[in-house]
């Protein structure tokens, strides 16, 4: 069963702070993953992708990566109203052409 | 950058037609797309993977013979919901990678059909 896990939220931030959001998945074998924003109504927009354990940084957002735990997170620094959407982990799995499973999601409301 | 342009964006249709959406790589060649459906306040859920010049390949509980896909070309794929029921009524998005950057790269995505059946 390939599931990719996250909490549904809302999480509800104020203007400037840091928002956490995380995610778990269950096939080991998985290399890639993603992090995806969908504002409503609209198709998901590429954030940011990890490969590697550890942390990468993109301007505001890192993505962090622990393998062995099975968990990718992706922080917002200086949280935004405009950055207020659902934030979708996706996680390659194994096996043939590479699918790209998505988590249901969180919704982040930055409020200022 | 890669680019993957959908059409329809918006589409309403009475029970019982069908709908075609097509779905094309605009600067680059794909021999394989991804369908997803998305339903109100749920996630993208995967249909199918369309493969060029073969079957797609579909994904557990999709009917193949309700959701048509044609890839017939490296730069169009196309999803055909036959007989459409108001329970049909959902958000397709299709989406491709740029076969250079490997199997591990991200998809990009169409703009998605909203689609209404009445």
């Known amino acids: 069963q390939k599931e990719v896990e996250q909490n549904s939220g809302p999480l509800s931030v104020p203007e400037g702070a840091i928002a956490s959001l995380n995610c778990t998945y269950s096939?080991?074998?998985?290399?890639?993953f993603f992090w995806y924003r969908q504002y409503s109504g609209k198709s998901p927009e590429l954030i940011m992708s990890i490969y590697s354990n550890g942390d990468k940084e993109d301007g505001r957002f890192t993505a962090q990566l622990n393998k062995a735990s099975q968990y990718v997170s992706l922080l917002i620094r200086d949280s935004q109203p405009s950055d207020s959407a659902t934030y979708l982990c996706a996680v390659t799995f194994s096996g043939g052409y590479n699918k790209l499973i998505f988590g249901a999601g969180t919704r982040l409301a930055v409020h200022p | 950058g890669a680019v993957v342009s959908q059409h329809p964006s918006r589409v309403i249709c009475k029970s019982g037609t069908s709908v075609k959406i097509e779905c094309r790589s605009l600067d680059f060649q794909a021999t394989t797309m991804f369908w997803y459906r998305q339903f109100p306040k749920q996630s993208l859920m995967l249909m199918a993977t369309s493969n060029e010049g073969s079957k797609a390949t579909y994904e557990q509980g999709v009917e193949k013979d309700k959701f048509l896909i044609n890839h017939a070309s490296l730069t169009l794929s196309t999803l055909t919901v036959t007989s459409a029921h108001p329970e049909d009524s959902s958000f397709y998005i299709c989406s491709a990678r740029v076969p250079y950057r490997g199997g591990n790269s991200p998809l990009h995505f169409g703009n998605g059909t909203r689609l209404t059946v009445t």
């Open positions: 096939d080991r074998g998985s290399q890639s």
